[in-house]
């Protein structure tokens, strides 16, 4: 592996922080980007080094290269100045640099519609200069800033299709066919089927997924008026995927197949191809080696299929080689077993193999950047989002390490993760803040021995403010059975949340004889008149209402399809987790799973009913 070699370099660069430039610094991150190398020291020193050279960029290649990297990685503040100064030179960018200002502004998710405005009328400029990958680039960095120019839009589109017509290389025609489909138009090019046709056959499967949801797209439109044209791209997608599935039976090479399928996803694959592509796994497990074991881990937990016998065979693989595994691997390793809520049948010695393996590089480098001064790490350690991410996924197997948890939850990591959140997009920085908050109230609930502070309570209400809960069908019918099982709607709580913020669908209490005890002010639930309107949550914890002596609360929870494996009734860890700390807190929880009230033995409402007394008040 170059990762070993890849971490000295980069020590190296962060000791010479201050004397790189832009383009140094672009050209290392744009190595570090084809490598799949991310360290969150670098960013955070590249973010200070080049924040300090703004005003030093006044010519428009010097500063479209500071852009394209600090761009991304800036705050409000600093993003607002970047963009002033592209607005004064924009028309001074070159036909290239024009397309990296665009590409950085939807990375950005820039919202200043001057920017766009100007941006996209120098691009009209300049589009007879582009390739055809440049035209799709351009256009797909468009729609993700809804920029507003249907006249743009139109000579694009003409743009790809005469593109199209003319190319003969798979990745660029998937490509132009993928970005042609998100364009508004009334009709498809009808000489667009017969080019993918053509090329088919050469295509990998990351090809294929991508001419997959364009033609579907283009189906369900409803694009062409004509009956024609519509047969010709369900013939097509038939076509499509016989090639899909013969390539996947033909792979002979795990490698490869893991690098064909990263970025496939979707409908199409979960339809047509997952399957065929677990059986391939199965077929090439035997070439399943400690430097591919943490790809098809992270896959696996992409398709949402528990498949014991290769999550069996990634556990052997890992704990015979542990030692040759990167330490930032185990968090990929472990996670469909966490995610899965599956034990093989060492898991002891693999969780325990895994944290071992790691737990050197839990310590927070010592590394407090300045304005004046950049300090170098003394040891590789996990970027802070992934140690949380770490944490969180150990936690949904009720695994805490003591190190681990305690370094989280100290001032210092806390301090820099804060730091980094603001390099990431705003996607992976709320993502990174809900799981800290998620590992937060596991380790106070299940570890109160680590005396670790609760220390979320703003977010969660800041959440709660936001939040819109509207009931489904489903719900609404458990409500009205609920109430006529236990003597009344005063008998049951809908939309309540529990201490740390814990949201569960229905909560009752019982008296030692198992007897309903009503609630005296009962919170309103206002519904729609076809059900589908909001609930309006309890908000506050009714801490006061504890069961009499002898008692119980009692949480009702209806589970959908999200919260089991997509290929089997197997609960996973999220579902498992929460009804842990439910119990810890106190209540008595049932899980009403979906294939369950929605079976065939349930189909009348005199069922329903039975169902639930036997859940709420059997012994």
């Not at 502004?105 to 001057?114: D, F, L, S, V």
């Not at 995610?339 to 407090?368: G, I, K």
């Not at 996924?393 to 730091?419: C, G, H, M, Q, R």
Request: negative net charge.
């Amino acid at each position: 592996s170059y990762r070993p070699l890849l971490e000295k370099c980069n020590a190296i660069f962060l000791q010479s922080i201050k004397g790189l430039d832009a383009d140094n610094i672009s050209i290392i991150l744009g190595v570090y980007q084809s490598l799949h190398f991310n360290n969150c020291d670098f960013r955070l020193a590249v973010k200070w080094r080049l924040t300090e050279l703004i005003n030093t960029q006044t010519d428009p290649t010097g500063f479209v290269r500071l852009f394209a990297v600090l761009g991304p990685l800036s705050g409000t503040v600093v993003r607002k100045r970047l963009e002033s100064a592209a607005l004064l030179m924009v028309e001074e960018f070159s036909p290239s640099q024009t397309l990296a200002i665009i590409e950085t502004m939807a990375e950005m998710e820039c919202r200043n519609p001057q920017l766009i405005q100007q941006v996209a009328s120098t691009l009209s400029k300049h589009l007879d200069m582009y390739k055809p990958l440049d035209a799709a680039k351009t256009t797909q960095a468009l729609l993700t800033l809804h920029c507003q120019k249907p006249e743009l839009y139109a000579e694009l589109r003409q743009m790809l299709i005469r593109y199209l017509h003319v190319s003969v290389v798979p990745y660029e025609i998937s490509m132009l066919t993928r970005v042609l489909s998100q364009l508004p138009s009334p009709r498809t090019d009808h000489l667009i089927p017969a080019r993918i046709d053509d090329v088919l056959p050469q295509c990998n499967l990351s090809d294929l997924n991508a001419f997959a949801i364009a033609i579907t797209k283009w189906v369900r439109n409803g694009s062409s008026y004509q009956p024609s044209t519509a047969a010709v791209h369900v013939k097509l997608l038939q076509k499509l995927n016989m090639c899909g599935l013969e390539r996947l039976q033909k792979a002979n090479d795990l490698d490869l197949l893991l690098e064909e399928l990263k970025y496939v996803g979707g409908e199409w694959f979960e339809e047509v191809l997952a399957e065929e592509t677990m059986a391939s796994f199965e077929r090439l497990k035997g070439q399943i080696t400690w430097s591919n074991v943490a790809e098809l881990a992270l896959f696996l937990t992409k398709t949402n299929c528990l498949h014991i016998g290769l999550l069996d065979q990634i556990a052997s693989v890992t704990l015979q080689h542990i030692n040759k595994i990167h330490f930032s691997a185990t968090y990929a390793i472990l996670l469909p077993f966490n995610v899965f809520n599956y034990d093989p049948p060492q898991a002891e010695d693999l969780f325990e193999s895994c944290v071992q393996r790691s737990r050197p590089h839990f310590t927070l480098s010592d590394n407090s950047m300045t304005a004046s001064q950049i300090c170098v790490p003394v040891a590789d350690t996990f970027d802070p989002h992934l140690l949380v991410l770490f944490g969180y996924s150990l936690a949904l197997a009720s695994y805490f390490p003591e190190d681990l948890i305690k370094t989280i939850f100290s001032v210092n990591f806390l301090a820099k993760l804060d730091s980094q959140l603001d390099t990431l997009s705003d996607v992976l920085n709320m993502r990174i803040r809900l799981r800290l908050m998620e590992l937060n109230r596991a380790v106070c609930l299940e570890c109160p021995e680590f005396q670790t502070t609760w220390f979320h309570d703003r977010y969660c209400q800041q959440l709660l403010n936001k939040g819109n809960v509207s009931i489904g069908p489903v719900q609404q019918q458990i409500h009205e059975i609920l109430g006529q099982l236990l003597g009344g709607s005063n008998y049951v709580k809908a939309a309540v949340f529990t201490p740390y913020y814990y949201f569960t669908d229905f909560e009752c209490v019982l008296d030692k004889h198992r007897k309903p005890i009503p609630y005296v002010a009962q919170n309103t639930v206002f519904l729609s008149k076809n059900g589908s309107g909001p609930w309006r949550p309890d908000k506050e914890f009714h801490e006061e209402k504890y069961p009499p002596l002898g008692g119980e609360r009692v949480v009702i929870e209806f589970l959908n399809a999200k919260a089991f494996c997509k290929n089997s009734h197997h609960i996973k860890g999220e579902a498992a987790m929460k009804k842990r700390h439910l119990e810890i807190l106190g209540y008595r929880v049932i899980q009403i799973p979906h294939f369950e009230w929605n079976s065939m033995e349930l189909s009348t409402k005199d069922a329903w009913i039975e169902y639930l007394k036997q859940k709420i008040f059997a012994e």
